[in-house]
């Protein structure tokens, strides 16, 4: 079993839709969670990052992190055909600069 | 403040030659840290350095190495190169072990294909 579980997907969506993207974990040593958006041709940017367990929101993205079951999500409010992209999860143990990632998830938002 | 650069962005080499990848971390940033990237793999960590250091270093054969200059800019270096070494790298900064945040900053990627 992998340390992180993302569904490769893809995930097809209307435009406008609510869009939901999740990773499973099994390492409880993991303190730190990320989610990067990687357009195709292009290196992962950066979207969300949480510490610990709670909520993030960003604009139209919120970011979950429930601990106790060790599942991270991705919430995408009023998705847009530019939110096209692989979203991947990553999560890092405190003090580690090396983040154990998901394989990514393709979403398509059509017009 | 400019972000991680990486150059060459595109490369051809043939099976057998070597190759150097190059980045420029985020100014301020001291840990460098270098991902191969293939759709059947996804992410896979290659080392990390830090003070020129390098501090870990992932599953891969002796053929990829890399170092740290003291400007914190760092070189991946790929020898004898095989067809299975096609992939995008990507180097990746972060502030370091003394910062308060753990996150990292990657670069639009060197897309290699060895022919």
């Known amino acids: 079993q992998k340390e992180v579980e993302q569904d490769p997907g893809p995930l097809s969506v209307p435009e406008g839709a609510i869009v939901s993207l999740n990773c499973t974990y099994s390492?409880?040593?993991?303190?730190?969670f990320m989610w990067y958006r990687q357009y195709s041709r292009k290196g992962p940017e950066l979207l969300m990052y949480?510490?610990?367990?709670g909520n993030k929101e960003d604009g139209r993205f919120t970011a979950q992190v429930d601990k106790s079951s060790k599942y991270i999500s991705l919430f995408i409010r009023d998705s847009q055909p530019s939110d096209s992209a692989t979203y991947l999860c990553?999560?890092?143990?405190?003090?580690?600069?090396?983040?154990?990632f998901g394989r990514g998830t393709s979403l398509i938002v059509h017009p | 403040k400019a972000g991680v650069t990486q150059t060459p962005r595109y490369l051809i080499k043939t099976r057998g030659q070597q190759v150097t990848l190059s980045c420029s971390p985020i100014?301020?940033?001291?840990?460098v840290s270098w991902y191969q990237q293939t759709p059947g793999q996804g992410l896979q960590f290659l080392f990390e350095?830090?003070?020129?250091?390098?501090?870990n270093k992932g599953n891969f054969p002796g053929r990829f190495s890399g170092r740290q200059f003291s400007n914190s800019r760092s070189e991946m270096n790929v020898s004898t190169l095989e067809l299975g070494d096609s992939a995008l790298y990507l180097c990746?900064?972060?502030?370091?072990?003394?910062?308060?945040?753990?996150?990292?900053?990657f670069g639009e990627g060197s897309w290699l294909t060895v022919v």
């Open positions: 100014s301020g940033h001291r840990s």
């Open positions: 990553a999560m890092s143990k405190g003090g580690s600069y090396i983040p154990t």
């Open positions: 350095y830090f003070s020129e250091t390098q501090r």
């Open positions: 990746a900064s972060s502030e370091g072990p003394d910062s308060s945040g753990n996150t990292i900053y």
């Open positions: 390492n409880s040593a993991f303190q730190y």
């Open positions: 949480t510490y610990s367990s």
